[in-house]
């Protein structure tokens, strides 16, 4: 059964930082570029990087651009989100998901097929 499990998640001040996790399982993980979304209360859910299968390709939003670095271990099925420089408004609850894509990673795309329960960030002082 494909799985994606979550972790990491916590309560940071502002300026803090935390690294997320993404534990993949049940499918050949070295074919799917991976990415990580986020939802805040009472807004919809946003794509905020990817990588891509071989790790050798990495996409971010505006939004998290210079402050966010996501990178993948395959021998180890996965995926690390370093959040840094953390604000109020990056709270929210944080998945990661799994796209059959073999060379790149799209961050518009809507083919993520396989995805997490998600883990809350919350940012406050």
């Known amino acids: 059964q494909q799985q994606l499990v979550e972790s990491g998640g916590g309560l940071v001040q502002p300026g803090g930082s935390l690294r997320l996790s993404c534990a993949a399982s049940?499918?050949?993980?070295?074919?799917?570029?991976i990415g990580w979304f986020r939802q805040a209360p009472g807004k919809e859910r946003d794509v905020i990087s990817c990588i891509s299968a071989s790790g050798d390709r990495t996409n971010y939003a505006a939004s998290v651009k210079g402050r966010f670095t996501v990178s993948r271990d395959n021998t180890k099925n996965m995926v690390y989100l370093q959040m840094n420089d953390l604000k109020a408004e990056d709270t929210a609850v944080y998945f990661c998901?799994?796209?059959?894509?073999?060379?790149?990673?799209?961050?518009?795309?809507?083919?993520?097929?396989?995805w997490g329960q998600g883990t809350q960030v919350t940012v406050s002082s």
């Open positions: 998901a799994a796209e059959f894509r073999v060379r790149t990673c799209v961050l518009s795309s809507k083919e993520y097929g396989y």
């Open positions: 049940g499918f050949t993980f070295d074919y799917y570029a």
